[in-house]
T-cell receptor
């Protein structure tokens, strides 16, 4: 059974701080790791990571995958109140078309002014 | 703005009733997956449909069933509702491309009383 564990479960920071969110996984035949931001309902796609050591960057957000350690981190620099959300990590197995994506429980980030 | 549309947005049902939730996938996406997200949890995979066939199922009982139509829209049906079925139900569409990533709808909030 595939498994995703995220830490911390929740985090409160002040605007301007830098945060690092962690994701570790167990999956049979890894294909990719996904990060999503969920503010109210629909999770919105942030990154897809398939190769170890290659940083993906989008504005103040960046993420990197470590296949040896079976983990990924999501960094947010200069946090803003609009970054307050639940951040979900998910893994996709390489199972020939059947793509059961397994999600972690998420990290709830609160950014206070 | 998400290309995946779900209806209804909110729903209240009584224990024992049946419910149908609907999802219109993003243009060009032929795969639809359904997830259940209980409060404080990550989304849990229910099942996936590809070309009108069920293409994988998570750990949910048979009273959770689905359909996919020729236009790739989909329905999730739940019979004999239980209180624990109260959750946010998310639909995600995807295309089988190298740039894999789900597009989620805004979800249907189901409350069973």
């Amino acid at each position: 059974e595939d498994k995703v564990v995220q830490s911390p479960l929740s985090l409160v920071v002040h605007e301007g701080d830098t945060v690092t969110l962690n994701c570790s996984y167990e999956v049979t035949n890894f294909r990719s790791l996904l990060w999503y931001k969920q503010e109210k309902k629909a999770p919105t796609f942030l990154f897809m990571l398939t190769s170890s050591g290659i940083e993906k960057k989008s504005g103040r957000l960046s993420s990197i995958l470590d296949k040896k350690e079976l983990s990924s981190i999501l960094n947010i620099t200069a946090t803003q109140t609009g970054d307050s959300a639940i951040y979900l990590c998910a893994v996709v197995p390489n199972s020939g078309g059947y793509q059961k994506v397994t999600f972690g429980t998420g990290t709830k980030l609160q950014v206070i002014p | 703005e998400t290309g995946v549309t779900q209806s209804p947005t909110h729903l209240i049902k009584t224990r024992g009733q049946q419910v149908t939730l609907r999802c219109s996938s993003q243009s060009g996406h032929n795969t639809v997956s359904w997830y259940q997200q209980a409060l404080g949890q990550g989304p849990q995979f229910i099942f996936q449909y590809y070309r009108e066939e069920e293409n994988g199922r998570g750990n949910f009982p048979p009273r959770f069933s689905g359909l996919q139509f020729p236009n790739y829209s989909s329905e999730l049906n739940v019979n004999a509702l239980e209180l624990d079925d109260s959750a946010l139900y998310l639909c995600a569409s995807s295309g089988l491309t190298e740039n894999y990533g789900y597009t989620f709808g805004s979800g249907t909030r189901l409350t069973v009383v």
